[in-house]
């Protein structure tokens, strides 16, 4: 198999602190292509009023991608490479545009660090006193947007969707990522997460 590491001719000077990898022609694995998109639908979840979407094309141009990803169709397609989707596009994921995406997971996971912290603290103290997570109502409400979100996106009749077909399984799932969304705000947490997508896809 050809390997190659080839990015756009004009790399965003952001991106160029995230190392290259060699990929196929084929474009990024596939548990990178999900998990970027997996990562955008829980930050879309945590705007409990909407507009998760619009925050992402609003940060595009601040963070100079516009080269990368040029509008609302380009994002939509980039992030329908994630094999779960219901509508999912064959085309490659780049490494300029999985850059791209994980530059736009960093950035709004920092604005959005407060309920992040707030919601897996109180979800693990909910979990230990063995209260209803109903009874936290906004934690309860992006679980029930996450799922919302998830049911309405990806392909039912995928494995890798059916294995969260319960309630409690997409909550889990809903918790997990904000797990990996926080490990990517502190100091170089862009680099910490465009790294660990990337971890044992290569030997």
């Known amino acids: 198999m050809q390997l190659e590491s080839s990015q756009a001719s004009s790399t965003p000077a952001l991106l160029e602190s995230l190392p290259d990898f060699p990929i196929s022609s084929q474009g990024c694995p596939r548990r990178v292509r999900t998990q ?23 940060l595009i141009p601040k963070l100079d991608l516009q080269d ?14 994630n094999p779960l989707r219901r509508h999912a596009q064959r085309r490659p994921l780049s490494l300029a545009e999985a850059k791209s995406l994980v530059a736009i997971i960093h950035y709004l996971s920092r604005q959005l660090t407060v309920p992040i912290r707030q919601f897996l603290g109180d979800y693990h103290q909910l979990q230990t006193k063995q209260i209803p997570l109903e ?8 679980l ?3 799922r919302a979100h998830f049911r309405s996106r990806m392909n039912p009749r995928r494995a890798g969707v059916i294995a969260y077909s319960s309630p409690e399984k997409l909550n889990s799932l809903a918790m997990d990522l904000l797990e990996k969304l926080l490990f990517c705000t502190g100091t170089a947490g862009m680099q910490r997460l465009w790294s660990s997508l990337f971890d044992g896809e290569f030997s």
Do not use: K
Request: aromatic content about 8%.
């Open 135 to 142: 009874q936290h109502l906004q934690l309860s409400a992006y």
């Open 68 to 81: 990368v990803i040029q509008n609302r169709v380009t994002l939509w397609q980039i992030r329908s490479t």
């Open 36 to 58: 970027i998109d997996l990562l955008l639908l829980a930050i879309e979840a945590l705007y409990l009023g909407g507009g998760g979407g619009e925050q992402m094309l609003a």
């Open 144 to 146: 029930e947007r996450f």
